[in-house]
Structure formats: structure tokens, C-alpha cells
């Protein structure tokens, strides 16, 4: 299918990823970030080099071992970390403002964390970003019964989309929203006619992933789980 056949909205979109110092979408902090734009067949049409904060704490090892990010590496060559955020925020608020869809894999991850980190630095977060597009979660809606893990690697692989780096944010967020757009081209007669109703449609969505999830962690593993709802950004769960 060519990208002639996408609603107009899809012609060009933004695609963010972060890599971070944990999983806590609390207090983790963000070690590097990409935001680039892409066409509709996934040409980078508007490059930026990928941030390199120092997050100004030790990156664990654990954390290391994923993005290749040295506590050493990111104190020898990261930037200030709040003049990385600010940046951060003000290429996504550029982005929104011209009406892109800004595309993350997993989005309650990356702005969950951008919008705590905001907020630590005293800095005005993004606290409703929008339009989002998060292939994750339109993915396991328009594909629900299709086995398999939904990991990145995995499902770029299932679209032949190529992820030769994965882990850097660069590579990641650009597979990302290549995978976006496969996703997109897959299902072109699902989309709605704006990014503000993919957006909406996928809060819904979102919520019904996560209920579902809930329901098998408390059936199945633990049965005091309590699932952290919201999206694009999280919120702490209702104790």
C-alpha cells in the first residue's frame, strides 16, 4: 500500500524515544533522547543529533548494560541535564503546536518520565500531550490475537522494518514510527480522519490493555496487583 492511501495527518510525523537511568517512571532519569521527524514512507526529513544529558546520578549497571551509557561516559560528555529536558520540551511543544503526531512505542514510558523530570527541574511540563501515536497500543488493538510478544525488536521484525541498534534512542525512536506507519498502511481503514481522534481513541484503548493485563497479573502472579492507569501519561495507582 503506498502512503498516498494514509489520511493526510500521517504525511509527516515526529518520533520520540528516551533510554533512562531505571524503570521507575517516578524518578528515573532521562540519559539520552531523539526526536526526529519522518515523511510518510519513513525518510528522516528533519534530523536532530540525539541528546546526551548527565543525568547527574549514577546510572546503574543494569541500565547501562541496555543503552551502552556510562555514568563516566555521561558525566565526560553529557550536557547540562536541565538545559537537555528544556530542550527536550521545547522541540515537543514545537511539534504539537504544528499539529505532528509524535510517535513513542510504549508512550506512557518516555513522557511519563519526561513530565516527573519536568517537574523536579522546576521546569512547565507537558502534562497533556497530544496528538500522540503509540504503535504499542494500536498494534495490540487492530492486531489483538496475534501471538507473540509485543517488544519492539519483535514487532518491527513482524512489520520487516529494520532496528539495527536497538536500545539507542535514535534507532529506536526512528524504527519506532517506521513501525507507526507500517502499522498505519496495514490497517489504513481503521484510521480516523485526525490525529486528534487516533489520539483519543487510543486513551480508551490504553485502558482497556491495561485492565485486561490487571486482570491476568491478579489471576495469575499476584493477586494484590494494582495496575498504574493513564496514557500517554501514567498515574499512580489507586491504592
Known sequence: MNSQALPEWANRIAVFDTETTGLDLKTSRIVTATIVELDADGNVVVDRPEWLADPEIEIPEVASNVHGITTEMARAEGR??????????????????????????????????????????????????????????????????????????????????????????????????????????????????????????QIGWAKEIDESFAKWMINNVDKNFKASPGWPIKHESQA
Open 80 to 201: 547540562n541535564y536541565k538545559e537537555v529536558i528544556s530542550e527536550i520540551l521545547d522541540v515537543m511543544r514545537d511539534c504539537f503546536a504544528r499539529g505532528i503526531p509524535v510517535v513513542a512505542y510504549n508512550a506512557p514510558y518516555d513522557f511519563t518520565i519526561l513530565y516527573h523530570q519536568a517537574i523536579a527541574l522546576g521546569l512547565e511540563p507537558i502534562a497533556e500531550p497530544m496528538p500522540v501515536f503509540d504503535p504499542l497500543v494500536v498494534d495490540k488493538t487492530f492486531d489483538k490475537f496475534r501471538k507473540g510478544k509485543r517488544k519492539l525488536e519483535i514487532v518491527a521484525e513482524f512489520y520487516q522494518v529494520a532496528l539495527d541498534d536497538a536500545h539507542n534512542s535514535k534507532a529506536d525512536a526512528i524504527a519506532a514510527g517506521r513501525v507507526g506507519l507500517a502499522i498505519m498502511k496495514a490497517h489504513v481503514d481503521k484510521l480516523p480522519a485526525s490525529a486528534a481522534e487516533l489520539h483519543n481513541s
